[in-house]
């Protein structure tokens, strides 16, 4: 058995708190490059498209099954209270304010947030990284800045469809197959929905979640160790810091935000 030294506890302390200083510093770049990133759309334009699009059947099909759910679910609860029309004001208010933004951040974490840890690990692997710092390219601003800024501008679309999608599938459950009126569910979801105060914060939370999902990814896949075990190491901790990095801030935003 290794012996224990203290020494080992101070080296593990001062390289954790190098790589948080390093990963701040990086995502304070990574802030400040959006007006050269944002000059050069057509790069942002791909990996909007890259990250949401190849995303969208996950998201569609995923809030679909979960506005099912909550319809179902939703409904036999409020049954035993005699409110079953308000089966469309759950369904909305669970979707725009938590599920949206979580569940669309943790699928997304696991989708593009992967895929982007894999590509630059391989592009770390392969020494494109170092190429370009030898033509004078700064591969941060080629890059990471694009692929930073596509994924928080799709994070909030993705929820959007999300939440969608969710409450046509709570439609579908709730007014098609079990026979809950249709006026009734829509004008309590009218009625009791905030734009503000619900489905703006869901937008709040989307725009951090994204922020934090890829800039992990990011981080991740250019940090990686440029060996096929260090590249797939690193997309393991992708999904793993992401999704807890989510569940953690979603409950930080949410105390913010309803309990203030």
Do not use: C
């Not at 224990?4 to 400040?32: D, N, Q, V």
């Not at 909007?48 to 759910?69: K, Q």
């Not at 170092?130 to 080629?142: F, H, K, Q, S, Y």
């Not at 569910?185 to 951090?208: I, R, T």
């Amino acid at each position: 058995m290794r012996a224990w030294h203290p020494a080992s506890l101070g080296f593990a302390t001062r390289r954790l708190l190098a790589e948080w200083g390093y990963g701040a510093r990086l995502l304070l770049r990574l802030l400040a490059l959006a007006p050269q990133a944002l000059a050069r759309f057509g790069l942002v334009r791909d990996q909007l498209f890259f990250l949401g699009n190849h995303s969208l059947a996950i998201i569609t099909v995923s809030g679909l099954f979960v506005g099912f759910v909550l319809g179902l679910q939703g409904y036999y609860t409020l049954q035993r209270y005699g409110s079953s029309e308000a089966v469309g004001l759950l369904v909305a208010l669970s979707l725009v304010r938590e599920l949206g933004p979580v569940i669309t951040a943790l699928l997304f974490a696991g989708r593009a947030g992967a895929s982007l840890t894999a590509e630059i690990g391989l592009m770390r692997a392969g020494e494109q990284l170092t190429a370009m710092e030898m033509m004078a390219v700064d591969p941060i601003r080629r890059v990471l800045a694009p692929r930073f800024w596509g994924g928080l501008m799709a994070m909030p679309l993705l929820a959007a469809v999300f939440s969608a999608v969710g409450i046509v599938g709570g439609y579908v459950v709730g007014v098609l197959l079990i026979g809950i009126d249709s006026g009734a569910f829509w004008s309590q979801m009218q009625g009791g929905v905030d734009v503000w105060s619900d489905v703006g914060n869901g937008v709040v939370k989307s725009l951090v979640f994204g922020v934090a999902v890829t800039f992990i990814a990011l981080y991740q896949g250019h940090e990686a160790q440029p060996t096929p075990e260090g590249v797939s190491a690193a997309t393991t901790r992708t999904v793993v810091w992401a999704s807890l990095a989510v569940l953690g801030l979603d409950f930080v935003l949410t105390v913010m935000m309803f309990s203030i």
